[in-house]
């Protein structure tokens, strides 16, 4: 066989090496592309949301997620969430029988407020506060200190919407929460049965005058109550109450017995956790000479809402239909 010039033969080499490239070439275009899509956000995703100050973009959802306050760890239970739940804390009273099943899988790391330590130590990337006290600054929880540990964080709009909060407001935190994790399908499905369930209690209350109502949920030298910005405002109005205390700017504040003696409630509506008992507080009301007058106490006309229901979360619906019930029994069943 005759030799091959060598310069022919780099010729030759040259001409070839593009041929033999090319399967290589493709093989790694086609493996980046793929690592490139199991990076990329998910479906739905990037989400944008501001909560209570804080904007948070969202490539896909949270996957270690820790609750405090019973009104958040409910609501991502409602969604269909107890998978993405590596802790919660701090109930005001019995969790609701529709998620008891699915509470008791979630670690409980504290009965009130974990440390910042136990918090971490649960390694989250997202944590729910339900009140603002659950980021308290004081114990290294603020929003601010979570997010330079690499969690976000989202607090419950009832603690920073300004003026009153509504029913619209309720379904904006689902609506939110569901996004945030990737659900809205399960937020709509939600939001329309609360809008029924609501459209149903005004059918019952149409044309019924309403009920003036007074709110004690502690106090003895002064009645904390109450007051026209919350969620618990919006409950009394739905379920065919007038807010004594409407006028007081704040979701609960500080009344004198005085004023609650001038306004003459008809109804009073006991809001009922912690250690002090429904009957403890109906005792404290009737006993008191001061208030012998005031015809909800003469008429012995008490309703009972549990603190949870009267928060915003995805108890409100099905409260307005229960404390209707008890402030119009003949109306509402």
């Not at 290589?24 to 490139?36: E, M, R």
């Not at 919660?88 to 790391?109: E, R």
């Not at 300004?162 to 399960?186: H, S, W």
Request: charged share 25%; aromatic share 6%; with cysteine.
């Amino acid at each position: 066989m005759p030799s091959v010039p060598p310069t022919l033969r780099r010729a030759l080499i040259a001409a070839a090496l593009p041929a033999l490239l090319v399967p290589v070439a493709a093989c790694g275009s086609t493996d980046k592309p793929a690592a490139s899509a199991a990076k990329a956000a998910a479906p739905g995703f990037p989400y944008t949301v501001t909560n209570c100050g804080v904007k948070t973009t969202y490539q896909a959802p949270p996957r270690r997620v820790v609750t405090m306050n019973q009104h958040a760890t409910e609501v991502m239970l409602a969604l269909g969430l107890r998978k993405s739940l590596v802790g919660t804390a701090y109930l005001d009273d019995t969790i609701s029988p529709a998620y008891a099943a699915a509470y008791k899988s979630v670690p409980v790391l504290a009965k009130e407020y974990p440390s910042k330590e136990k918090l971490l130590a649960a390694d989250p990337d997202f944590v729910y506060g339900g009140y603002a006290s659950a980021f308290d600054a004081k114990d290294g929880r603020a929003r601010d200190d979570l997010k330079g540990a690499g969690i976000d964080t989202r607090l419950n709009i009832e603690s920073c919407t300004k003026g009153a909060v509504t029913m619209d407001d309720v379904y904006q935190e689902v609506r939110e929460v569901g996004r945030t994790f990737g659900v809205p399908d399960r937020a709509d499905k939600w939001i329309a049965r609360a809008r029924a369930t609501v459209a149903g209690t005004a059918a019952k209350l149409k044309g019924v005058k309403p009920v003036s109502v007074f709110v004690y949920d502690s106090g003895d030298k002064t009645a904390f109550t109450a007051g026209g910005a919350g969620i618990g405002n919006e409950l009394i109005t739905r379920a065919g109450g007038a807010n004594v205390f409407a006028d007081l700017d704040k979701s609960f504040g500080d009344a004198t017995w005085e004023q609650v003696v001038a306004r003459k409630p008809q109804a009073v509506v006991i809001y009922d956790y912690g250690s002090t008992t429904v009957a403890q507080k109906e005792k404290r009301l009737t006993d008191d000479p001061v208030l012998a007058d005031v015809p909800a106490i003469k008429n012995k006309r008490f309703a009972v809402m549990p603190l949870s229901s009267v928060v915003l979360g995805v108890r409100a619906p099905d409260a307005v239909a229960k404390l209707a019930a008890q402030l119009h029994p003949g109306t509402v069943k």
